[in-house]
C-alpha cells in the first residue's frame, strides 16, 4: 500500500497481490495505514485500487481448508479493519478503479462516498451466493449509506452490478469517466475538509455512532452465526467451487 499527497488529501493506492485479495497481511497493512493516515496531518484520504481491481474481496484460497479457531480469528481480524475504516474521523473517498466483489464492495461502503469508473467492471455483496451471510460490519454501513428498497437485490440476492446499475440503486454515488475518477475523486475528498478537522470529526461520529455502537454489540454473536455459515455443507462446496474457478484462471 502506497500513499501520496496532494495538498491536505492522503491518495492510498492499494497494493496488496493478485487482486488485492483480502489477506492477514492486506488487514493488517489496512490497519496499519489508517494509524499513519490519523497520526499525519492529512484532512482527508482516497482508497483507489490498481490495474482492473479495487479489491477482489476476501482471499478465498488461504482460507479453505482452515480450521474453525482460524476462521474465527481471521474474520475477527477483517470485522476490526473494516470498522476502522468506517470510524475514522478523516473523511473517506473510494475511488472504484475496478472490481470491487464481496469484501472490496464492503471496503467501498466503509467509506464515506463511493465513486466508481464507468469501465466494464463489477461491484456487489455476493456472499449470498456462496453460501455465507453478512455481518453487522457489513449491514449496518449498508443501511446507513444506500436505500432501503436496494438492500434486497444488493444483500439478500447478491447481485453484482455494473457501474450505472449500481449508482441507480446507490451503491455508489457517482459514475466518472476512468481518466477523470482520480481527479474527482480527490476533488470531492477536499469538499469533504471545509470544517476544521475537530469539526469533521464530531459530526462523523455522531452520523456513524449509533450505527458502530449496533456493529461491536453485534459482532460476537453474528461472528459466531457466520462460521456456523461458512462450515455448513452447501457453503463449503460453493467455496470449493469458487476457489477452484480463480485457481484455474491463474
Same mark, same amino acid.
Request: hydrophobic share 45%; charged share 25%.
Given at each position: 500500500?502506497?500513499i501520496?499527497?496532494?495538498? /491536505?488529501?492522503?491518495?492510498v493506492?492499494?497494493?496488496?497481490?493478485? #487482486?488485492?485479495?483480502m489477506?492477514?497481511?492486506?488487514?493488517r497493512?489496512?490497519?496499519?495505514?489508517f494509524d499513519?493516515?490519523?497520526?499525519?496531518?492529512a484532512?482527508?484520504a482516497?482508497?483507489?485500487?490498481?490495474?482492473t481491481?479495487f479489491?477482489?474481496?476476501?482471499?478465498?484460497?488461504s482460507l479453505?481448508g482452515?480450521d474453525?479457531?482460524?476462521?474465527?480469528s481471521?474474520m475477527a481480524?477483517?470485522e476490526t479493519?473494516m470498522?476502522?475504516v468506517?470510524?475514522s474521523?478523516?473523511? +473517506?473517498v473510494a #475511488? !472504484?478503479?475496478?472490481?470491487?466483489?464481496?469484501?472490496g464492495? +464492503?471496503?467501498?461502503l466503509?467509506?464515506?462516498l463511493?465513486?466508481?469508473?464507468?469501465?466494464?467492471?463489477?461491484?456487489?455483496l455476493?456472499e449470498?451466493?456462496?453460501?455465507i451471510?453478512l455481518?453487522?460490519t457489513?449491514?449496518?454501513p449498508l443501511?446507513?449509506?444506500?436505500?432501503? %428498497?436496494?438492500? @434486497?437485490p444488493i =444483500?439478500v440476492?447478491?447481485?453484482?452490478f455494473?457501474?450505472?446499475?449500481a449508482?441507480q440503486?446507490?451503491?455508489?454515488?457517482?459514475?466518472?469517466?476512468p481518466? /477523470?475518477l482520480l481527479?474527482? %475523486?480527490?476533488e470531492r475528498a477536499? %469538499?469533504?475538509?471545509?470544517?476544521?478537522r475537530e469539526a469533521v470529526a464530531?459530526?462523523?461520529?455522531?452520523?456513524?455512532g449509533? %450505527?458502530?455502537?449496533r456493529?461491536?454489540?453485534?459482532? =460476537?454473536?453474528q @461472528?459466531e452465526?457466520?462460521v456456523n #455459515?461458512?462450515?455448513s455443507?452447501a457453503a463449503?462446496?460453493? !467455496?470449493?467451487?469458487a476457489v #477452484?474457478?480463480?485457481?484455474?484462471?491463474?
Open positions: 500500500m502506497e501520496q499527497r496532494q495538498g /491536505e488529501v492522503a491518495i493506492s492499494l497494493r496488496a497481490g493478485r #487482486a488485492n485479495a489477506d492477514e497481511g492486506f488487514l497493512g489496512l490497519l496499519r495505514l499513519e493516515l490519523e497520526s499525519s496531518d484532512r482527508a482516497v482508497l483507489t485500487g490498481y490495474d481491481y479489491s477482489a474481496g476476501l482471499a478465498l484460497p479453505l482452515l474453525r479457531q482460524k476462521i474465527a481471521f481480524l477483517f479493519a470498522r476502522r468506517f470510524a474521523p478523516l473523511p +473517506v #475511488a !472504484v478503479n475496478g472490481h470491487a466483489i464481496a469484501g464492495c +464492503v471496503l467501498a466503509e467509506c464515506d463511493r465513486l466508481i469508473a464507468d469501465s466494464p467492471i463489477k461491484i456487489g455476493n449470498v451466493q456462496l453460501g451471510g455481518p453487522a457489513v449491514i449496518e443501511r446507513l449509506q444506500v436505500p432501503a %428498497s436496494s438492500h @434486497l =444483500a440476492e447478491g447481485n453484482l455494473a457501474p450505472s446499475e449508482k440503486l446507490g451503491l455508489v454515488d457517482e459514475v466518472v469517466p481518466s /477523470e481527479s474527482r %475523486s480527490i477536499r %469538499s469533504l475538509t471545509r470544517g476544521s464530531q459530526v462523523k461520529h455522531a452520523l456513524r449509533p %450505527s458502530l455502537e456493529m461491536e454489540k453485534a459482532s =460476537a454473536p @461472528l452465526e457466520w #455459515a461458512w462450515f455443507s463449503q462446496e460453493r !467455496v470449493a467451487n #477452484a474457478q480463480i485457481t484455474k484462471k491463474r
